[in-house]
């Protein structure tokens, strides 16, 4: 017996042994930064959004502009060369309503954008007829020439780049022009300018002269015609 119970082996405890409980988080352990993807975190689940805006019309307005000329300065300085630009722009509404405007920064866009201000502060009506000028027209300005003519429906714009660019913003459609002396943008801009500073309209003629318009009549019919020389 005493062989017996040297020989057993020892007891083995065969109860898996119980998983170490998980340490306590705190209120970091269920922190969710993110939120629940499904209702939104922070307490903004029940938060929508609201119509996307269109910005894209903001600031933007129904005046004809066209930049004309930019031009780049250079100052030597200690340092180097500093630069600086002008810009030369014509705003209208196509109806009759033109001005130009010229503006000097360090950077183009702020150069534009001044020359922009500056031409809507300076528009000028002038007089059109169905589409052109009234009558002919010679613009001067320093050593710049510039002849406008009436054109018939159809013609279209005759004009170079510069004068071209005053003409659309006026609404003009039929036009034929000649750039005469200068071609100096700026010159030939004001130049332009003066000339159609000269149009008149035919009632504003007519009452210079004391004189009124005569209504106009409406045409007979050709039987009509035909029954009176017949009687």
């Known amino acids: 017996m005493a062989d017996d119970k040297a020989i057993q082996a020892p007891a083995v405890n065969t109860t898996a042994a119980a998983p170490a409980a998980a340490p ?3 209120s970091r352990g269920h922190d969710n930064r993110g939120g629940d993807r499904r209702g939104g975190g ?3 689940g029940n938060r929508r959004r609201g119509p996307r805006q269109d910005r894209d019309g903001e600031g933007k307005s129904d005046l004809f502009e066209k930049v004309v000329s930019v031009n780049r300065c250079a100052k030597v300085v200690k340092g180097g060369r500093r630069f600086s630009f002008s810009a030369l722009l014509v705003v209208g509404d196509r109806n009759g309503k033109v ?3 010229f503006g000097k920064a360090n950077e183009v866009s702020e150069a534009v954008r001044k020359a922009t201000e500056a031409a809507k502060k300076r528009m000028e009506n002038f007089p ?3 589409g052109t000028i009234p009558h002919e027209a010679l613009g001067v300005f ?3 020439r510039v002849l406008l003519r009436p054109a018939s429906p159809g013609t279209g714009l005759i004009a170079g780049g510069v004068v071209r660019s005053v003409i659309e913003a006026a609404g003009l459609r039929d036009v034929m022009t000649k750039s005469l002396g200068s071609s100096t943008p700026s010159n030939v801009v004001r130049a332009t ?3 159609l500073r000269q149009l008149r309209s035919q009632d504003t003629i007519l009452k210079l002269r004391g004189r009124t318009v005569r209504a106009k009549t409406p045409k007979a019919d050709k ?3 035909v029954a009176a020389s017949a009687a």
């Open 24 to 26: 306590h988080s705190g």
């Open 42 to 44: 922070g307490g903004g």
């Open 99 to 101: 001005g130009i405007g």
């Open 128 to 130: 059109r007829r169905e």
């Open 142 to 144: 320093d050593g710049a």
């Open 193 to 195: 300018l003066d000339a």
């Open 223 to 225: 039987a009509e015609k």
